[in-house]
């Protein structure tokens, strides 16, 4: 018979008393061998999100579809295809154990690093950047699956080198393990999308590394002068290089470059402005006949907001509120170090692009070109972003666990 402690080593119990076996579930670990209850208010929000946003492009892509393509419906039927195929990637995501993510972790890692240097060699060119490649009948944007990649391989490694990261023996130590590994680590996924002059991923992608090492225990000094050095490169980057300066030129003075840069600025403020409380009502927005750009895409806030008004904009505010916030809950009510680490990476990437879209829309900050997570018109952000759920509600079974 196996001893008591041999026994506990191997299972996990769970809130209604029931044995689960640890990483040791169908087909070698790879799914769940039963276990908990999700976390039914993260799924409602999620599908809230993905519906509502599926919604949205069929109303602000329908004129913009005609005038291209000559189908009002082009945009539509095929985002109702990949929310299909999302919610399939969802429900696959949160069957597979926890235990599995943590040994893709570094695989996934490799595999972006790869995309990412074949999108700069046989890569196609969309709107001036060249961000996007083929495989097959798919055109995938590699830059998603680098932040996703660059979430886990940071989740791993402070897993894995938890002790010399953040309780070392020497000074030396903790600056290697805790600041110098894990920069690179983030520092050669956002040089590869540089290259790509993709300005809003590369502010994503830092600003998840630095949250993911500070919220490993990392002592923040050890980091403020690398933070620094980012923040001076980023702004070197937008005051030197053509495209982003361009940019910034605009954001300054939209009016003054209204017939150039700054009329899709002006247009999404106009449409927002013109919804008031309540809106013009859903399909009767007038600006997505295209006045505003993108109206589908980077934009589809500004569209939002003109057909349900200032109530419709602070509702996907306050849904993508809720979702952080039961993200949160999930990371920190399980004792995983990976498990935490992951869901905090993915409530970053999904959060912090939201809010950019909406900053960039209301012209708070400077045009980056940046879609709005559920919402925005793409097949491969919206399957990625749905897998990605997957694994939060894969992990909210385990953050019940208790003993």
């Known amino acids: 018979m196996r001893s008591t402690k041999e026994k506990y080593n191997n299972t996990r119990v769970g809130v209604d008393g029931s044995e689960r076996s640890k990483g040791k579930g169908i087909l070698g670990g790879i799914f769940r061998d039963g276990g908990g209850h999700i976390d039914k208010v993260l799924l409602v929000t999620t599908l809230l999100l993905a519906v509502f946003g599926t919604l949205t492009v069929f109303s602000a892509g329908g004129p913009y579809a005609e005038a291209k393509y000559g189908d009002e419906y082009y945009f539509i039927k095929r985002q109702v295809i990949w929310l299909i195929l999302g919610a ?3 429900v696959l995501g949160s069957k597979l154990a926890p235990e599995f993510y943590k ?3 570094i695989p996934v890692y490799c595999l972006s690093i790869v995309l990412l240097i074949l999108t700069l060699v046989i890569g196609f060119t969309g709107n001036g950047a060249q961000r996007w490649i083929s495989i097959g009948p798919l055109t995938v944007q590699p830059s998603e699956i680098a932040k996703f990649g660059t979430v886990m391989m940071l989740a791993y490694y402070f897993d894995k080198n938890k002790m010399r990261a953040t309780e070392p023996k020497s000074r030396g130590e903790s600056f290697l393990y805790g600041t110098l590994i894990p920069l690179g680590i983030m520092l050669l996924p956002i040089v590869l999308v540089m290259l790509q002059r993709h300005l809003s991923c590369i502010v994503i992608m830092g600003v998840i590394g630095i949250l993911l090492i500070v919220l490993a225990g990392i002592d923040v000094r050890y980091i403020l ?3 620094g050095a980012g923040a001076a490169g980023v702004s070197a980057l ?6 982003t300066k361009d940019r910034i030129t605009v954001w300054l003075d939209p009016e003054k470059y209204k017939l150039t840069g700054g009329w899709q600025t002006l247009e999404g403020l106009m449409a ?3 919804g008031g409380i309540l809106g013009k009502g859903f399909g009767r927005g007038e600006l997505k006949y295209c006045y505003v750009s993108e109206p589908a895409n980077d934009m589809i806030y500004a569209i939002l907001c003109e057909e349900l008004g200032f109530v419709g904009g602070l509702a996907v505010i306050i849904l993508f509120a809720i979702f952080a916030l039961r993200c949160f809950r999930i990371a920190f009510k399980t004792e995983d170090t990976y498990q935490r680490l992951l869901c905090l990476g993915i409530c970053a990437q999904i959060t912090v692009q939201a809010l950019l879209n909406i900053a960039v829309v209301t012209n708070t900050v400077p045009n980056t070109g940046i879609s709005l997570p559920f919402f925005s018109y793409g097949g491969s952000s919206l ?8 694994i939060l509600l894969s992990v909210s079974r385990d953050a019940r666990i208790v003993g």
């Open 103 to 105: 040994k893709m972790a």
């Open 238 to 243: 937008a005051l030197f290089t053509d495209y």
């Open 225 to 227: 002068g690398f933070i």
């Open 383 to 390: 399957i990625m972003l749905l897998f990605e759920v997957g």
């Open 272 to 274: 927002i402005g013109s």
């Open 88 to 90: 399939l990637a969802m």
